[in-house]
């Protein structure tokens, strides 16, 4: 059989390898789609026994279904994944039409067909949920496409994209499926699977899913004891799909943002143990007894820091976990309250400290999300090919009545959607704000912007109107 890197063809007559019955000469580029046959099942097995009979599987387990999608395919799609080998029957043009790649490997590059008649065969290694999907959108089996995709088939379909080049292909699924995506920031487990999020916010275009993910790596990587940087499940930052540079970034800021945190707590310390300290600096807010204060703050300080080995405070480099594991660290110090023998109720030395929180915070507050040029004129340019930001052409107009009492209130606000811009802060910063006000702190949580709306209030046949903020939240119910 004639062959190309990953494409050959078969030189069997057309009728022993279909389908489809006949494929005919297909040195033209791209063919003209014969008329839409009907086909048995008999013909389907007879090109799964041509295929397994070329012998290409390399030992691996070949599935016995064919999946076929259209009838006047003509091309077999062997699909390799995971020692199990998947095959699909494809129109060749409509997948040359797709991608350029696939264009490139069909046609070569002056659009030249392999010349003989019988199947053509590609050998892919790809997931093959995901190149399905892909299949089921060149051939306009949009009925066959999942409403939402799982971070992880939408990984995995966008690495298709990428590796094929046709990430014009999912336009009109982009924004549908990932605006679930929009708070996943806040939920459970994204540490260990921001990655995937980063190269899907990537790949679409999605900024600011892509910015949260990217601040969510820099403060859960830590450094194993090979000296690699990992995420919060253990694997190696360098053996995951990450853009270009990406990794150095996260590197970088993960290393400043931990040393300016112990560099505060080396200045409280510093400043209690010798009293070289900034004028106006005082760790007693009560401003009576200060001395002996100062002195129980570090006196229950310094047990817990050395506990969580950060007295003496070590070296930014020498430390090898994550900043959130560092925030939390920090968060566990309980100080010892004084209570002098004049001690009063309206007299306490309660809310005293060190201001170790509040360094944290505003550590946190100020971490960089310190995307290059480069990277935000890529973002643009890929929402603008995937689509992502079709829905958010014209801002949408949306309305919701409901009663309240006897009183029928009409909220009407725009839409905006989820990307809505305006001053964001880190999710880690939100994290800090969330554990100060006593709830169990996360290492980041959602962000959600408030869009300007408009209530209209009906009762007894008047009306008034009153402006108010609505968050986005509500526009979902």
């Known amino acids: 059989m004639a062959a190309t890197p990953d494409v050959t063809v078969s030189t069997e007559a057309a009728e022993t390898t279909s389908p489809p019955q006949s494929v005919g000469d297909v040195s033209t580029t791209p063919r003209v789609l014969t008329p839409i046959q009907e086909q048995e099942a008999s013909d389907v097995a007879s090109a799964t026994s041509q295929a397994d009979s070329d012998g290409d599987s390399d030992g691996a387990t070949v599935q016995d279904d064919v999946v076929n999608f259209h009838a006047d395919s003509d091309m077999m799609v062997r699909v390799t994944h995971g020692g199990t080998v998947t095959q699909f029957m494809v129109v060749s043009s409509s997948v040359a039409t797709a991608s350029p790649v696939w264009r490139s490997m069909l046609y070569g590059n002056n659009a030249r067909a392999l010349t003989g008649k019988g199947l053509w065969i590609m050998n892919i290694d790809a997931e093959p949920k995901a190149l399905s999907t892909l299949f089921n959108i060149i051939h306009y089996q949009f009925d066959k496409l999942p409403a939402e995709l799982p971070l992880d088939d939408l990984f995995e379909l966008t690495l298709l994209t990428y590796r094929y080049e046709c990430t014009h292909l999912v336009y009109p699924w982009g924004h549908k499926w990932t605006v679930k995506f929009a708070t996943y920031v806040g939920e459970e487990g994204h540490f ?12 679409l275009g999605e900024t600011k899913l892509f910015r949260d993910m990217i601040d969510a790596m820099i403060i859960s990587s830590k450094v194993d004891f090979s000296g690699n940087l990992v995420n919060a499940s253990g694997k190696p930052l360098k053996d995951m799909v990450l853009p270009d540079g990406i990794f150095g970034l996260i590197s970088a800021a993960r290393t400043a943002t931990i040393d300016k945190i112990l560099a505060a707590i080396e200045t409280s310390m510093t400043a209690l143990t010798t009293g070289n300290r900034k004028p106006g600096v005082k760790y007693c807010k009560l401003g009576k007894n200060e001395r002996e204060c100062e002195a129980m703050l570090l006196g229950s300080a310094i047990p817990a820091l050395i506990s969580h080995g950060l007295y003496p405070v070590p070296a930014a480099s020498a430390f090898l976990e994550s900043i959130a594991q560092l925030q939390d660290r920090i968060y566990s110090v309980k100080y010892i309250a004084f209570h002098g023998p004049e001690w009063m109720p309206h007299m306490t030395h309660e809310h005293c400290s060190l201001g170790l929180r509040e360094s944290v915070q505003k550590c946190l507050e100020e971490m960089p999300v310190p995307l290059k040029d480069h990277h935000v004129s890529h973002l643009e340019k890929q929402a603008a090919i995937s689509g992502i930001l079709a829905d958010f052409g ?84």
């Open 192 to 203: 260990e699977n921001c990655h995937k999020a980063i190269w899907i916010a990537w790949e």
């Open 394 to 477: 014209v801002p949408e107009n949306r309305t919701r009545v409901f009663k309240s009492g006897n009183t029928m209130v009409k909220d009407t606000w725009i839409d905006r959607g989820a990307k809505k811009s305006g001053k964001r802060s880190s999710p880690a910063a939100r994290s800090s704000q969330s554990a100060r006000s006593g709830s169990t702190p996360t290492s980041a949580q959602s962000h959600h912007s408030s869009d300007d709306a408009e209530t209209e209030i009906v009762s007894n046949g008047k009306t008034a109107k009153a402006d108010k903020v609505v968050n986005t939240k509500r526009a979902g119910a």
